[in-house]
């Protein structure tokens, strides 16, 4: 149960309120961005929280559980700090929510409703729905390292060790949103940007970073497809680097990185075809030595 500020309860004891809820967004990327439902902006605590921007709660229910929660927020985008292609980019993913019942007459008068996080963000037209998580999900959720066949670090991180600096590259051809040719990699071999990132820096996407699906020198050059379609257009010219990719198999860590001590996999464990196996009568001895090398 929530306690009141005295404050804020003598205010409600009047009849007559002046209250206005506010939701405060924290992006992974560290921008903050104010909202509020009031026809002022409100501001406190160094944001100022944007009026008038279509933005709505609906009921939110609170478990004694690990679940995510009921809550969802509506909003239009009616907001310049808001807009479709930042909703697509992913930039508001996992971003912290900060929710505040605040006397808009008194800004330093006011109660905190809820903090959480945002998770699945749908968009429809000139809209966005978005579904709030409270702190608890967190701790259902599954941590730790899996044993399994492939590694589970990141290429050029610290549990991997290889140096995985980018390459800077430029577009010299665009076919779509997910796909392009580039200039400036046409030394490397194909395939070695497989699995690995696009990261624009100039042009309508710049800041933007998105996976690649394959790297793969054609007869009009190297051409990069990307899992995912980017919310601009390219444009002829526009500046990228690109960064190694890994498929997070033994024998790529073996062979092409030459970092088999750092690799982050269990190789070795049996698979369902095996356990399935039985022995073979001739040709293959049994004496419990590694079967994978």
Request: hydrophobic share 45%; glycine share 10%.
């Amino acid at each position: 149960m929530k306690t009141l500020p005295p404050a804020l309860a003598e205010r409600l004891a009047t009849g007559a309120t002046t209250l206005a809820t506010c939701w405060r967004l924290v992006r992974p990327d560290g921008r903050i961005l104010g909202f509020t439902d009031h026809d002022r902006p409100i501001a406190y605590d160094g944001v100022v929280h944007e009026a008038a921007t279509g933005f709505s709660a609906s009921e939110a229910v609170a478990r004694a559980d690990l679940s995510i929660g009921s809550q969802e927020i509506d909003g239009a985008l009616a907001s310049e700090a808001i807009t479709a292609a930042d909703i697509e980019a992913g930039l508001y993913d996992g971003a912290a929510l900060q929710v505040d019942l605040v006397d808009w007459t008194d800004p330093a008068t006011r109660l905190r409703l809820r903090d959480g996080s945002l998770g699945e963000i749908s968009r429809l037209d000139h809209a966005f729905r978005a579904e709030v998580r409270s702190l608890a999900h967190v701790l259902d959720e599954t941590r730790g390292r899996l044993f399994q066949h492939g590694c589970d670090a990141e290429l050029g991180d610290a549990r991997c060790g290889v140096s995985a600096a980018a390459r800077a590259a430029s577009v010299v051809e665009v076919y779509d949103r997910r796909r392009f040719r580039v200039a400036g990699v046409d030394d490397v071999t194909s395939e070695a940007f497989d699995r690995g990132l696009a990261r624009f820096l100039t042009g309508a996407c710049a800041d933007r970073a998105v996976e690649i699906r394959t790297h793969r020198m054609e007869t009009t050059g190297v051409v990069i497809d990307l899992w995912l379609a980017l919310p601009e257009a390219l444009a002829v010219g526009d500046g990228l680097e690109l960064v190694l990719g890994c498929d997070k198999r033994f024998e790529t860590c073996r062979d092409r990185f030459a970092n088999a001590v750092n690799f982050r996999g269990f190789p070795h464990i049996p698979g369902n075809d095996f356990l399935v196996s039985s022995p073979a009568v001739a040709g293959t001895v049994n004496d419990g030595g590694v079967l994978v090398s």
